[in-house]
C-alpha cells in the first residue's frame, strides 16, 4: 500500500492529540483504559514486529484515535478497526474517510465473531489492548479453533509477565498455559507510560505471540479448559487432592492417580505452577480418552 498522507492531526505528537481531545471535549474513561499511544517509535517497532505486507488483513482492536491504524494500513491489504465508544468511532470514520482498505467496526470486541473474520481471510492481530477487557480477549482468540497466525500486542507488563512466564515462577498461571498452548511468546519492548496520553499508572510491554509452526494437539479442548481453571483455581494445592476433588469430568481416585500422573512425569504433591504447558495437554488428553472409554 501507499504510504498515508492525512492532513489532520499528528497522532504521535502528545500536544497535537490533547488538542484534539480537547476540540472533541472528550475526555479519556479510566474504565475502558483509554491510554492513547503517542509515541512513534513503539508504533513503528510494532507494526515492524508485525512483518506486514500487502497481502496481510489485520484485526485491531481499541483503535482509538487511529494512530496504529493508520500504519497498519500504509502497510497491509486490509485493517479491521473494532471500537467500542461511539465517539472515537465517528472520529475515526471521519479522519480515514476516503482510505479504502480501513473498515471501522463500532461494537465491543467480547461480543465481536472473529471466527467469520478468520475465515474472511484476517490472519494478523495487532492491538493496544485495552486494560480493562484485554485478558478475556486473548483468552478468546487462544481458544479459537483457528487462531491469528501472529498476535502483536501491547499489554500492561504485569499481563506480559503472566504471557511469557516459564513454569515454577510466580507469574505461571492460566493465562500463560492457553497462551502457551499455542504460541511462542516474547517480549519485544518495555514501554513507559509517557508514551501514552494521558499516561496509564502501570508500565507496559509490547508482546510479539506466533503460532506454533507445530500446535501441541489438544484433543478435547472444552476439557482441557475446565482442567486447567479447575486446577489454577486452586493453585496453593496439591495437583493429586485437586484431581480428587476436581468435577466427575475430571475427578481421579488414587488408583487411578499413578497410572495417569506417572507417565507425565507429573508427581501428585506437585501444585498447577509447577506443571508445563505440554504436561497440562497431555494430562487434559488423557482424562478425555480416560472418559472417552
Known sequence: MEALTRAFVNLTRPTEVRSLLKQMDFHPSKALGQNFLTDGNIVNLIVNAADLSAEDNVIEVGPGLGVLTEAIAARAHRVLAIEKDHRLCGHLREYFAGVPNIDIHEGDALGFDFHSAALNGYSKFISNLPYSTGNRILVELFQMADPPELIVITVQKDVGDRLTAGPGTKNYGL????????????????????????????????????????????????????????????????????????????????????????????TPRMRPEEISVEQWIGLANTLSARTSD
Open 175 to 266: 493465562l500463560t498455559v492457553w497462551a502457551q498452548a499455542g504460541y511462542e511468546t516474547a517480549a519485544r519492548k518495555s514501554v513507559s507510560p509517557s508514551c501514552f496520553t494521558p499516561p496509564p499508572r502501570v508500565q507496559s510491554s509490547v508482546l510479539v505471540l506466533k503460532r506454533r509452526m507445530d500446535p501441541l494437539r489438544i484433543e478435547n479442548r472444552e476439557l482441557f479448559s475446565l482442567l486447567i481453571k479447575a486446577c489454577f483455581e486452586k493453585r496453593r494445592k496439591q495437583i493429586g487432592t485437586i484431581l480428587r476433588d476436581a468435577p466427575s469430568r475430571i475427578h481421579t481416585v488414587d488408583g487411578d492417580m499413578e497410572r495417569i500422573l506417572t507417565p507425565l512425569r507429573i
